[in-house]
């Protein structure tokens, strides 16, 4: 009796017809990422690709198909998630980054040989990645065909590029006109030694010109390119999200409005004048051929990304704002899920609606930042863990709810994670959520010189776990956006010295502080805040900078062992609880506010 699942059936089927269109097509490996022309974290449905062919549904995928075999990488906070949905369907999970598994160009050269083809949308692969993996090709004698694209032929039903009217966001807001970003970003090109600087993210687009679209669920953005010529700017945009405010908008900037379709073409057949900046993390494979054919390019990221992360007065004042309204809505959500657990049912999916709820009452509320992560017990072990109607579990009076969540408003975009203690704890769980609670707090409190970058404060929060043989496999903290990305570069803080976690911390930067602990097949535990990073005192030593909070929600009381904290962890908790009921009080009332006294009360050893 066969086990197989039609699920799985299907997406066997899927390989096959993948594998006779290679065949046809003379492609011998077939390789696919889990990205679109703008190198998206979050993808709309037309882009989901690797899904598609695969059924794995974790992001920062890359599927790797033969004629015998197919291999797909993902990172560790989708390791157990992958593994669950590519058994039985004959594809090996690649688990990025641990010992023996080989990274996709090394994979790339056992498999091809003298005569080969590698064939991949270069519209979808990166610059950088797109020249590793057809130098990998060329070292084993292959070719690569950088226009296969199987998805539009084999995907029946494949969903159309999403088509959502663009909006302007006042100077209110932004606390910046377009006049003066172009000026900035034109001047950053210069002083980078180019002429002209195509932006291919959508994000850095949207903040330069001050505009949002909704093409990308979760994410205001509009699917879109930027040419900024020393005088002029080119923007290219589906026609039918183009309003006539937005039109107006754009001649009053003089700023050229073109069909997105056609930008390839436009750039291909454009007269440049000098060295244009682009990034080969960023731009497209197929984007940086054609640059590269007619002109010099200097290599590094959009001088958009740096001064987008460092977030100006009026932005800092709306965030603010923002977050407490939405730290409110997380409170209200705890205090809901601490009195309703056993009294009335709850599963992952209904605490996740409830919340959601909460927030769309908000005012300037627009959508969710992500997909809510609401996960019980065992499921929290997955980082990435999202319920649904057939994968749903029901949150018993124990163990651990957690949930991470964020709401996109025009005020800013929010992100934070509490774990909330259901019902009985072992002291194992116990000790896991303190530490985990004082590696928070640790971050969160410490203080640090200019030229700090995200690399040297990673040890601040994990420290305290590596004291007990423990750790996460994820980085500590990732940028934020105003109304934008809720994982916004460059900044980061990672154990990695090279990227994002070489990028000092300034002020003006939004970042997260979010380290966990998870035990496969048993619980996870993480607690994210946010964090705004401010100027301190300056001293002999130099100038030194601190973080202040954004998130104002209680860490859980009934979980803390304080046999595991110093009384530097306890003063800590203590101040950030007081912080918690000054800035959280004014929005609650009655048995809310009742919670709150009690949720945020001073501990002692």
């Known amino acids: 009796m066969s086990m197989m699942t039609p699920v799985k059936e299907e997406i066997m ?14 492609i011998d490996l077939f390789l696919c990422v889990s990205t679109d022309p703008h190198m998206s974290e979050y993808l709309c449905d037309h882009f989901k690709v690797t899904e598609y062919f695969s059924g794995c549904t974790s992001d920062n995928v890359v599927l790797a198909v033969d004629a015998e075999s197919a291999a797909l990488w993902t990172d560790g906070r989708y390791f157990i998630s992958a593994e669950r949905e590519l058994f039985g369907t004959g594809i090996t999970l690649m688990k990025s980054g641990d010992p023996g598994v080989p990274e996709v160009k090394d994979y790339l050269s056992g498999k091809l040989s003298e005569g080969m083809t590698l064939g991949f949308d270069g519209r979808t692969l990166s610059a950088a990645d797109g020249a590793r993996y057809e130098e990998a090709a060329k070292k084993s004698g292959a070719k690569t065909d950088s226009t296969y694209d199987p998805a539009d032929r084999l995907w029946a039903g494949r969903p159309a ?12 807001f932004s606390g910046e006109t377009t006049e003066e970003k172009l000026g900035r970003v034109r001047e950053e090109t210069r002083k980078a030694g180019a002429v002209h600087h195509i932006l291919t993210k959508l994000d850095d687009i949207m903040w330069v010109l001050n505009i949002r679209g909704a093409d990308v669920a979760c994410n205001p953005v509009a699917f879109s390119y930027l040419l900024i010529g020393p005088e002029t700017a080119d923007l290219f945009l589906q026609k039918e999200e183009v309003t006539e405010e937005l039109s107006a908008y754009l001649k009053e900037q003089k700023i050229k409005l073109h069909e997105y379709g056609d930008a390839y073409t436009y750039i291909r057949d454009y007269h440049f004048t000098g060295p244009v900046l682009m990034s080969g993390q960023e731009a497209s494979y197929t984007a940086w051929s054609l640059v590269s054919a007619a002109a010099e390019i200097v290599d590094r990221l959009s001088p958009a990304a740096l001064l987008k992360a460092k977030k100006n007065p009026v932005e800092i004042a709306h965030i603010k704002k923002t977050y407490e309204l939405d730290s409110a809505a997380v409170c209200r959500f705890i205090f809901y899920i601490k009195r309703a657990a056993g009294k009335e049912e709850i599963t992952e999916i209904t605490a996740a609606q409830k919340i959601d709820a909460l927030r ?8 969710l930042s992500f997909p809510t992560i609401s996960a019980y017990g065992a499921n929290a072990a997955m980082a990435h863990y999202a319920p649904s109607p057939e994968n749903c579990s029901k949150v018993e009076t124990k163990g651990f709810l957690l949930v991470d969540s964020g709401g996109q408003y025009k005020g800013g975009t929010t992100d934070v994670t509490r774990t909330i203690a259901v019902g009985p704890l072992t002291d194992e769980m116990k000790r896991d959520f303190t530490l985990v609670a004082a590696a928070n707090l640790r971050l969160l409190f410490t203080r640090f010189p200019d030229g700090t970058c995200g690399a040297h404060l990673d040890m601040v929060a994990r420290e305290v776990l590596y004291r007990y043989g423990l750790d996460y496999n994820h980085g500590t903290g990732h940028g934020i956006g105003f109304c934008l990305g809720v994982h916004e570069g460059p900044q980061r803080i990672s154990r990695a010295v090279t990227g994002g976690g070489a990028v000092k911390i300034e002020p003006g930067m939004i970042i997260s502080d979010e380290p966990g602990v998870y035990k496969e097949g048993r619980y996870g535990i993480r607690t994210e805040s946010i964090m705004l990073c401010e100027a301190d005192e300056k ?11 954004l998130t104002y929600a209680p860490i859980d009381l009934a979980a803390i062992d304080t046999r595991y904290m110093e009384d530097g962890d306890i003063e800590r908790l203590n101040s950030y609880h007081r912080s918690v009921y000054e800035k959280i009080s004014p929005y609650l009332g009655g048995e809310d506010l009742e919670d709150l006294k009690e949720a945020t009360r001073a501990i002692t050893r």
């Not at 089927?13 to 003379?26: N, T, W, Y």
């Not at 590029?161 to 209110?172: R, T, Y």
């Not at 002999?540 to 202040?548: D, I, K, L, S, T």
């Open 13 to 26: 089927r899927r390989m096959d017809v993948l594998r006779a269109d290679m065949k046809q097509s003379g």
């Open 161 to 172: 590029l999403p088509k959502h009217p663009v909006w302007l966001m006042s100077p209110d």
């Open 360 to 367: 769309a009452g908000i005012p300037d509320y627009l959508e």
């Open 539 to 549: 001293t002999e030593f130099g100038q030194f900078y601190r973080f202040v909070p």
